[in-house]
């Protein structure tokens, strides 16, 4: 009886915890109900995950099986994130999935926040597709009670308009304003998910798995490093038997090519491993409703073809380019030494860390010189050169190339900073080596395997909206934008937003989400009949 209580109470304990890990919700709100080939499409999401308040990052992919539109990294913060992606003009009508992972801190095991439809439809095919209502895969908003109030009365085009959205509770609120023309039952387009979490924390990083290759297929040691060049980030892999590696590098913006350098040999091979799913098969269809916003979308490019790019332009935020985390030890400006011949003629010539000696052959060896209290040592392994964002252990070839052809030089090789910043991977020192002739480049054989990387996304200014200064016409299916942001204490947020050159009807749609992850939905609804007078 006992030991039946106790399978009972393991079994009770069992489903409560598994009841935890289902508890977890997200949010997604799109701009739109259904996107057109060449569109910006628009995303927010909001996490009631605990864990959410701390910054973690997610991948996000769209895609079908057919297809790969592309993919991502966004941060999280605060239980929020935003982001966007650019449909290419030559895509096939079809159903997308919108794919969100995140990763686990420690293991970098994959974990599924959700997975859901979305309807995109190009011109050149859609009139190909079945009769049906693709909002049945696809759900509006749901309904709730939202205040959305208008401080002022919008009337005429390019009329700036005050207002706000009041919420029962402090609250993350997403808006969006749109062209009811184009979309007159549908405004937006909002996913609610539940997904399992985890008590090890989200990794706040950019997993990269692959497989590294040595040149005799033998793991001298397990040690494998990946390093950003431009800001001098490291991440450490473990390799097993199987040669497969997991690493998780410091968050960078965009696309960079990432080395990765083995600890023991020069030439290895990296085989980047890809991100393998499959999606369900789910059939696009079309309805009357659908077929005007593709006509209306099509008048509107012909009539304002001039200006059609110009609604795809984003407002990308200013990001100060990236630098190295760590201060250099030692600088070189070369052009100031009135030295000829090669490198190593010049630090034959100063006071430098970095020092050449002969290898035999003819051949030179890279030495850095590192200082403790017991005097100077030089450090057992290869300083590593990086030379125009290409990464070498070739002492030999950097001690041949000609003064005159270099720019300037920054060493890292104090042992404690070397330590604390690089680790292994620093060990020998770090020579950047920039070059005259920026397109200059290093000949294969000697260079250190790289692979470009895709980080986090590059950030834009929100809110997405109508200029109220721009000559060119101010035509546009969505007026306003604003991904979710918190409400003040009383669960009101105040925003602003510009009327476009159309005369139409138009709506806001603004979706609530309060800290346990409930969902809600405000409409209102406005005309504007009036061009303005300016």
Same mark, same amino acid.
């Given at each position: 009886?006992?030991?039946?209580?106790?399978?009972?109470?393991?079994?009770?304990?069992?489903? =409560?915890?598994?009841?935890?890990?289902?508890?977890?919700?997200?949010?997604?709100?799109?701009? /739109?109900?259904?996107?057109?080939?060449?569109?910006?499409?628009?995303?927010? *999401?909001?996490?009631?995950?605990?864990?959410?308040? !701390?910054?973690?990052?997610?991948?996000? &992919?769209?895609?079908?099986?057919?297809?790969?539109?592309?993919?991502?990294?966004?941060?999280?913060?605060?239980?929020?994130?935003?982001?966007?992606?650019?449909?290419?003009?030559?895509?096939?009508?079809?159903?997308?999935?919108?794919?969100?992972?995140?990763?686990?801190?420690?293991?970098?095991?994959?974990?599924?926040?959700?997975?859901?439809?979305? =309807?995109?439809?190009? !011109?050149? $095919?859609?009139?190909?597709?079945? %009769?049906?209502?693709?909002?049945?895969?696809?759900?509006?908003?749901?309904?709730?009670?939202?205040?959305?109030?208008?401080?002022? %009365?919008?009337?005429?085009?390019?009329?700036?308009?005050?207002?706000?959205?009041?919420?029962?509770?402090?609250?993350?609120?997403?808006?969006?304003?749109?062209? /009811? #023309?184009?979309?007159?039952?549908?405004?937006?387009?909002?996913?609610?998910?539940?997904?399992?979490?985890?008590?090890?924390?989200?990794?706040?990083?950019?997993?990269?798995?692959?497989?590294?290759?040595?040149?005799?297929?033998?793991?001298?040691?397990?040690?494998?490093?990946?390093?950003?060049?431009? #800001?001098?980030?490291?991440?450490?892999? *473990?390799?097993?038997?199987?040669?497969?590696?997991?690493? =998780?590098?410091?968050?960078?913006?965009? &696309?960079?090519?990432?080395?990765?350098?083995?600890?023991?040999?020069?030439?290895?091979?990296? %085989?980047?491993?890809?991100?393998?799913?499959?999606?369900?098969?789910?059939?696009?269809?079309?309805?009357?409703?659908?077929?005007?916003?593709?006509?209306?979308?099509?008048?509107?490019?012909?009539?304002?073809?001039?200006?059609?790019?110009?609604?795809?332009?984003?407002?990308? =935020?200013?990001?100060?380019?990236?630098?190295?985390?760590?201060?250099?030890?030692?600088?070189?400006?070369?052009?100031?030494?009135?030295?000829?011949?090669?490198?190593? $003629?010049?630090? /034959?010539?100063?006071?430098?860390?970095?020092?050449?000696?002969?290898?035999?052959?003819?051949?030179?060896?890279?030495? *850095?010189?590192?200082?403790?209290?017991?005097?100077?040592?030089?450090?057992? !392994?290869?300083?590593?050169?990086?030379?125009?964002?290409?990464?070498?252990?070739?002492?030999?070839?950097?001690?041949?190339?000609?003064?005159?052809?270099?720019?300037?030089?920054?060493?890292?090789?104090?042992?404690?900073?070397?330590?604390?910043?690089?680790?292994?991977?620093?060990?020998?020192?770090?020579?950047?080596?920039?070059?005259?002739?920026?397109?200059?480049?290093?000949?294969?054989?000697?260079?250190?395997?790289?692979?470009?990387?895709?980080?986090?996304?590059?950030?834009?200014?929100?809110?997405?909206?109508?200029?109220?200064?721009?000559?060119?016409?101010?035509?546009?299916?969505?007026?306003?934008?604003?991904?979710?942001?918190?409400?003040?204490?009383?669960? &009101?947020?105040?925003?602003?937003?510009?009327?476009?050159?159309?005369?139409?009807?138009?709506?806001?749609?603004?979706?609530?989400?309060?800290?346990?992850?409930?969902?809600?939905?405000?409409?209102?609804?406005?005309?504007?009949?009036?061009?303005?007078?300016?």
């Amino acid at each position: 009886m006992i030991k039946r209580m106790r399978l009972y109470y393991i079994l009770f304990w069992l489903l =409560a915890a598994l009841s935890d890990l289902a508890s977890q919700e997200v949010v997604v709100h799109f701009d /739109k109900p259904y996107y057109l080939a060449g569109e910006y499409a628009f995303y927010t *999401m909001a996490f009631s995950d605990p864990q959410a308040d !701390s910054a973690f990052v997610v991948r996000v &992919e769209v895609a079908n099986n057919q297809a790969d539109l592309g993919h991502h990294f966004v941060s999280v913060d605060k239980r929020k994130s935003r982001g966007y992606f650019k449909i290419p003009y030559d895509v096939k009508s079809d159903f997308y999935y919108f794919n969100v992972d995140l990763f686990q801190g420690k293991t970098h095991n994959r974990h599924q926040v959700l997975q859901c439809p979305l =309807a995109i439809y190009n !011109s050149s $095919d859609a009139n190909d597709l079945d %009769e049906g209502d693709p909002g049945e895969l696809m759900p509006d908003s749901p309904p709730g009670v939202i205040d959305i109030l208008l401080k002022d %009365e919008p009337r005429t085009t390019r009329q700036r308009v005050r207002a706000s959205v009041r919420v029962q509770q402090p609250s993350l609120v997403s808006i969006v304003i749109r062209d /009811k #023309t184009l979309y007159p039952e549908r405004g937006s387009h909002t996913v609610f998910s539940q997904f399992n979490t985890v008590e090890e924390a989200y990794l706040h990083g950019i997993p990269v798995f692959g497989k590294r290759i040595p040149r005799d297929n033998a793991i001298k040691n397990p040690l494998f490093f990946a390093m950003n060049k431009t #800001t001098l980030d490291f991440a450490i892999s *473990m390799v097993g038997e199987d040669s497969l590696f997991r690493l =998780a590098l410091p968050p960078f913006f965009g &696309e960079q090519n990432i080395d990765f350098i083995d600890y023991v040999w020069d030439d290895v091979a990296v %085989e980047i491993a890809p991100y393998s799913g499959s999606y369900p098969e789910l059939v696009l269809t079309i309805n009357a409703k659908v077929k005007s916003t593709l006509e209306l979308n099509e008048e509107r490019r012909k009539i304002y073809g001039f200006y059609n790019s110009l609604e795809q332009v984003l407002p990308f =935020a200013i990001q100060d380019p990236p630098k190295p985390a760590v201060e250099s030890d030692y600088e070189v400006d070369v052009p100031d030494f009135a030295i000829q011949g090669t490198l190593l $003629d010049l630090f /034959k010539e100063i006071l430098a860390p970095l020092k050449f000696r002969r290898a035999g052959e003819g051949k030179q060896r890279a030495r *850095m010189i590192y200082e403790t209290d017991e005097g100077s040592h030089f450090y057992n !392994s290869k300083t590593k050169f990086i030379v125009n964002d290409q990464v070498t252990r070739d002492g030999n070839f950097i001690a041949n190339i000609p003064i005159q052809e270099v720019e300037y030089i920054t060493i890292y090789h104090d042992l404690e900073k070397v330590r604390k910043h690089f680790g292994p991977i620093g060990t020998g020192g770090i020579v950047v080596i920039e070059m005259k002739d920026k397109t200059y480049s290093l000949p294969d054989e000697i260079c250190l395997p790289d692979r470009l990387i895709q980080g986090l996304q590059q950030g834009i200014q929100y809110p997405i909206e109508v200029s109220t200064t721009a000559i060119e016409p101010q035509i546009k299916s969505t007026l306003f934008w604003s991904p979710f942001a918190e409400t003040d204490t009383e669960g &009101e947020l105040e925003f602003e937003f510009t009327t476009s050159d159309d005369l139409s009807d138009f709506e806001i749609i603004a979706v609530a989400v309060n800290p346990e992850g409930r969902m809600t939905t405000g409409r209102r609804t406005f005309s504007v009949s009036r061009l303005s007078s300016n």
